[in-house]
């Protein structure tokens, strides 16, 4: 199925949806498909309902009518279709210019204050403008490299060990686009990935779990798609020794 980016949230989809999964754009195509499939069933249905009349009543009759039933609707479905669309477009524009609009200043305002706390590693603040415009913040150069530095400092601090701490240690390790698309991140950043990554790696290696005994509990633990089983880890989880 062909997929395509939002040009709302920047969230990628399939064409064949009517709207946005992520955040409810209509996406003309896929609405407008949708449409003709539930005229489509709805001709099928009359169709069906000649084949049971023409039992009882005469075959020409029957087919006449029907012939004339499903063209009116197909007239009907026609006006409405262009009629609907055509109000669909101007609103959906008229919204999406203002929105691109409000993003565009949002972001001339912004940028300077988001682009220091990236590099002082100021994820509250990060965070805070997140919430104000996610769209913007979504499609911004650093947002995958935010997403998972913030997610590596909260392991390091994190005071407790659980399941749902290893699941998290998991991702990190073996899923990074769980949090993040690493393909958005330049190589530099990567690069930083890849060295908290072995810090990581050490920090697990304390709690006497090697890379390879942690790769088979993501591999064990984890369904057809990659999402962990918190069942699982837990029962594959090592009895945590005091020291």
Known sequence: MKKIICKNCGGQFDSSLSKCPYCGTMNKKGAYADFRKKISGMIDSMLGMKDEAQKSVSRMIVSSVLRGLILVLICMALGFTAGYFQNVNYYNDKEYDQK????????????????????NEDYDTIKKLYYENSSVIYNWEHYASYCLKEEFSELKEEPYFSKYILAKILYFLFYPDYYANTNKMSKEEYDEYLADREELLQMMKEKDYTEVELKEIYKEASDDYGYLDYGKIEEMMKEETDG
């Open 100 to 119: 691109t609009y409000d993003n565009i200043v949002w972001e001339d305002e912004n940028l300077e204050k988001l682009e220091e706390a990236y590099r």
